[in-house]
């Protein structure tokens, strides 16, 4: 059984407002109603109703919401001894952050990053060109990167749970 | 002769001083932009410091290149610097300044920080202790100014999306962004351990001050931290109770936010009580309920006692007659009336004698109790239970209606109590939130409810809009602000003084100077002062959105930076697929994935029959 | 010559023009009184005839001003009293024709009636059913505002099944918020008026079970609400699906 947020086409957040259910409903319901000269589809009017039943107040997509999410959260388990292997997968975390990486881009302030980017990449040419030697270069070449690491983490937006 | 002496030392320190800055002249440089921008954007000296730390990685990164082309020569290698040096000064002799720019810079940054770190942080405390200055209004001037620059960058610092996450990677909650720190270690932005929530914490603020972005912030942190926690199995659910006990329509916006908010935190159910959701307060156990019951109608002293205790006893008679308490407020009141409790203790001659005592006023009180109940209207007559939300948002109209929201109150902290120590449902972590108790705190004192909360484990977090309105009288006041293990929040406020005497004084270098004329002479003293931890000036000018957070003999000014509710969900759904059309891939958009939906409900335990022998047609002959 | 005429009429009745009622006729007029109504397909059901014989049934009582008859939405015709037929019947309700927003959850309701009324544990143990019509109609109900149950089944002290029990019964067809339904719940199980010295001791509840009967959108809310019971109260909450020819 689908939940009511897909049944309307929603996507499943609880701070959704009643014009948006009202509108995804009445856009199913007209295209569904029994009484359309074409007999409509009365079981997807009738499941539509029954979600906008349950989405029209904003205690019932929480409550909406709050099913789906139980379904999705597993429950906690305590966590597992740590085993220390010699070849040892990368950290799950790492992927976890590469993963979220574009997301926080985009959510972000990615013009401000794509400046810091630009001028971190003009410096950086400047000083490979600049025929300081290479341990001078690799050493302002890590001031750069350590600058860029440190001051883009304010433009990205927070990674999910913090 | 000796003035002569004195006038060519003091020249040939300049001259070596300048030859010394000039022949580092990389270093010179570093330090004097770093200094300037320290002085232009009101940075302490720690943060100098920090980027000396960081800085040292380049370094390192020199260091290993030179020992790898060193190939293991460990004479190249020690003579590197002064040989790095010289050719420096050669490219930059010859024309070529970016060359010696790059050879210098991994030595140049970090010394140049480092000093700037020490120059700056001398020239603070010579301005602060009266030791320099052209004018005798310097410490002031600079003080001042430096506070504009400070809150100026912690401003724009905050609004930095990633500079100030509701939690860190160690779970703190960051409050915003730090202007200054006095007694406190300075860090770029503030963040309060998760425990000290656990305790008790005032927040002080007038209206418009900040003070509701601030708890929205402290709220939603605490959710954050203890909700993964829980997932981490390493603690109990969280459960968040916030009492706006002012009411009216800002009550509902702040609501919807907070809503917002936590579930953005993980908060799987947010109930908004009345509007919404209701509890029953008949769930309380029977002595529970007979005490608040009791405790919600008023009740007199004096000569008035007598008819208190006749009310309290009628009270418990009803709640504790044969049969069990009552489930609802229908069903209390009728054991009220007339000949319900004799019928209920037929057999029982002492409560029977006990009913007939007080049957000449049963008709006054179940009048009285009606009245009331009436008044609380269904919130309170459930059904619905706390543990039903992850968070529950009460609005009690304390200014409408006073007498009717300390009755809710009361009723309402009753619960939380039983839910913090019942042992029947799942232990959970509670923080209390009373925004504006004072508005309701007549039926429960709020020291009353701060020791309760202390015993039970659970944090209490009171919020008012003055020093006054923390409690009834000037004990109440102190008591509850200096009890506030978990800090106090101090926000814009007419009348600070208080709060500054409870936060205490530091040490403090004062310096007298002898006047000569307009300028200061060669002769002065300077002594040991004392001075306010929380400046009460810089307390009453605060802007909107600063606040001082005062712990542990210290404070730390603060910019709060506004709460949003994160963009990236807790739980990320997939993103949709194309779905391949009639004409090839990507032809048709995507359509809405089918979530998961909730898991079958487990079986339910066999009812005692299903009664399918009341409900299933007769085979007919 | 003798010449013979057509045979004489015979006499006629004393009692002609009136119509004489049968039980069935009774039986019929009292479900209709009590239920506020009835569709011609489940009174001819109660009445154990046929479609066809109940239309000549329902015209006998229309003639007589007991009944009035209609077609008042898709399905069968309907069947309700008259003031008339109220007073002959004695059941003294207001005579109303059912609204057209009821029409689905009287439907609903009286198939479950007819439904128990042809079990074998309604047989064996004689129960009798109290309409919503009655149980308003008492005012026994607390304050204002408290849930009056579709129906109550009672089962007498000698009954071999469920001897001393009473029911309540709800008909749910369509999905309410769970909150309510949860409320619903709570009141009828909860529910200890009608308190009368002798028959329950004082704050026992009034219901034994509540049963709760769901067309299949209706059937997720009210399980989900079920299980948000307390334990001691969810035990004594029955679940089932309505019966066949309950919904149109």
């Known amino acids: 059984m689908t939940d009511p947020f897909t049944t309307l086409g929603l996507p499943a957040d609880p701070g959704l407002t009643t014009e948006e259910v009202r509108a995804a409903w009445r856009a199913i319901a007209t295209a569904t109603h029994p009484d359309r000269p074409d007999g409509g589809d009365p079981a997807t009017y009738a499941a539509a109703s029954a979600a906008y039943t349950a989405l029209r107040t904003p205690w019932g997509r929480s409550e909406a919401y709050a099913d789906l999410t139980a379904a999705r959260i597993p429950h906690p388990v305590p966590p597992a001894p740590t085993v220390i292997s010699r070849a040892s997968a990368p950290p799950a975390h790492l992927l976890t952050a590469a993963r979220w990486l574009p997301a926080r881009i985009h959510h972000g302030r990615p013009a401000r990053l794509a400046l810091r980017l630009l001028a971190a990449a003009i410096l950086a040419v400047t000083t490979a060109i600049s025929g300081a030697g290479t341990p001078a270069i690799a050493g302002v070449l890590t001031g750069i990167a350590t600058w860029l690491l440190l001051s883009a983490r304010g433009d990205l937006a927070p990674p999910p749970g913090r | 002769m000796v003035w002569a002496l004195r006038a060519t030392g003091r020249v040939i320190r300049w001259l070596v001083l300048a030859a010394v800055l000039i022949a580092a002249a990389p270093v010179t440089i570093v330090t004097a932009i770093a200094a300037g921008t320290a002085w232009l954007r009101g940075w302490p000296p720690g943060r100098l410091r920090r980027a000396a730390a960081a800085a040292l990685l380049m370094t390192l990164a020199w260091a290993v290149g030179l020992a790898v082309q060193s190939s293991g020569r460990w004479h190249r290698l020690a003579s590197a610097p002064w040989h790095t040096w010289d050719i420096a000064w050669h490219d930059a002799l010859t024309g070529h300044l970016l060359a010696a720019a790059v050879l210098s810079a991994p030595v140049a940054v970090p010394a140049g920080l480092i000093i700037a770190a020490g120059l700056w942080a001398w020239r603070i405390y010579a301005i602060a202790a009266g030791l320099t200055g052209r004018a005798v209004s310097a410490p002031m001037i600079f003080d001042t100014r430096q506070w504009r620059r400070a809150a100026r960058t912690a401003k724009a610092r905050a609004a930095a999306p990633g500079a100030v996450p509701l939690t860190d990677a160690r779970g703190r909650l960051v409050i915003g962004t730090t202007i200054r720190a006095v007694g406190h270690r300075w860090r770029p932005v503030l963040a309060v351990p998760y425990e000290d929530l656990g305790r008790h914490q005032v927040i002080i603020g007038a209206s418009g001050s900040g003070k509701t972005t601030l708890m929205m912030r402290l709220w939603a942190g605490w959710f954050t931290t203890a909700w993964q926690r829980y997932r981490a199995g390493r603690a109990a659910r969280p459960l968040l109770a916030v009492l706006d006990c002012k009411g009216g329509p800002d009550a509902r916006t702040k609501a919807e936010r907070a809503r917002k908010l936590l579930h953005a935190a993980g908060a799987a159910r947010v109930a908004i009580w009345p509007d919404e959701a209701t509890l029953s307060l008949w769930v309380l156990p029977p ?37 069990g308490p009552p489930t609802s407020a229908a069903g209390f009141l009728d054991r009220l009336a007339p000949g319900w409790l004799e019928a209920a203790y037929a057999g029982r001659p002492a409560e029977l004698a006990a009913v007939a005592a007080a049957q000449p006023h049963l008709g006054a009180i179940a009048l009285r109790y009606r009245n009331l109940l009436e008044r609380l209207g269904p919130s309170l007559d459930g059904p619905g239970q706390l543990a039903d939300a992850d968070a529950w948002y009460f609005i009690l109209e304390g200014t409408a209606e006073q007498s009717v929201a300390e009755a809710q109150a009361k009723a309402l902290t009753e619960l939380i109590a039983h839910a913090a120590t019942s042992r029947t449902s799942p232990p959970r972590v509670i923080l209390l939130a009373l925004d504006d108790y004072s508005a309701v705190s007549g039926k429960v004192p709020l020291s009353n409810l701060y020791e309760r909360g202390r015993s039970l484990g659970m944090g209490v977090q009171v919020s008012a809009q003055s020093w006054h309105g923390l409690g009834g009288d000037e004990d109440e006041r102190y008591r509850i602000a ?29 310096s007298a100077h002898k006047l000569t004329g307009a300028t200061w002479g060669d002769e002065g003293t300077s002594r040991l002062q004392y001075a306010w931890t929380v400046d009460p000036d810089i307390a009453r000018s605060l802007a909107v959105g600063q606040a001082a957070y005062i712990h542990a003999g210290g404070c730390t000014w603060v910019h709060i930076a506004r709460a949003r509710p994160s963009p990236l969900a807790l739980t990320p759904t997939p993103a949709p697929s194309p779905v391949p059309g009639p004409d090839g891939p990507g032809t048709r958009p995507a359509q809405p994935i089918a979530l998961p939906g909730p898991p079958p409900a487990p079986a339910q335990p066999p009812s005692p029959g299903d009664l399918d022998d009341a409900f299933t047609p007769r085979r007919h002959p | 010559m003798t010449i013979s005429g057509p045979p004489p009429l015979p006499a006629r009745r004393a009692d002609a023009g009136s119509i004489r009622l049968t039980d069935r006729d009774i039986a019929g007029l009292l479900l209709c009184g009590e239920m506020y109504g009835a569709p011609y397909d489940l009174l001819a059901a109660a009445l154990d005839v046929q479609p066809a014989r109940l239309r000549g049934i329902v015209a006998r009582w229309r003639t007589a001003g007991y009944a009035q008859t209609g077609r008042l939405g898709p399905g069968p015709a309907w069947c309700w009293l008259t003031r008339q037929g109220m007073a002959v019947t004695g059941l003294g309700y207001p005579p109303s024709r059912p609204s057209l927003a009821r029409l689905a959850h009287i439907r609903a309701v009286l198939a479950v009636r007819l439904s128990m009324a042809d079990s074998p544990a309604w047989h064996d143990g004689a129960a009798w059913w109290r309409s919503e019509r009655r149980i308003r109609a008492a005012a026994g109900w607390g304050h204002p505002g408290g849930h009056v149950p579709d129906a109550e089944v009672s089962w007498p002290d000698t009954s071999p099944t469920y001897p001393g029990e009473c029911w309540a019964i709800e008909a749910e067809l369509t999905a309410k918020p769970a909150g309510r339904t949860v409320a619903i719940m709570t009141g009828l199980l909860g529910h200890t008026e009608g308190y009368k010295p002798g028959v329950r001791p004082p704050g026992a509840p009034s219901y034994d079970r509540v049963i709760y009967l769901t067309t299949p959108a209706a059937r997720p809310v009210v399980d989900r609400a079920r299980a948000e019971l307390p334990a001691h109260l969810a035990t004594r909450l029955v679940v089932r699906d309505l019966p066949p020819g309950a919904v149109l």
């Open chain 2, 287 to 323: 002595a529970a309920l007979a005490t608040t019951l009791f405790q919600m109608i008023e009740s007199g002293e004096g000569s008035a006692a007598f008819y208190a205790d006749v009310m309290a006893a009628t009270v418990r008679l009803a709640i504790n007659a044969p049969g």
């Open chain 2, 482 to 510: 200096a009890t506030a293990d978990g800090g106090l929040w101090l926000l814009r406020t007419p009348y600070p003084q208080p709060v500054c005497e409870l936060a205490g004084t530091r040490k403090v270098i004062e």
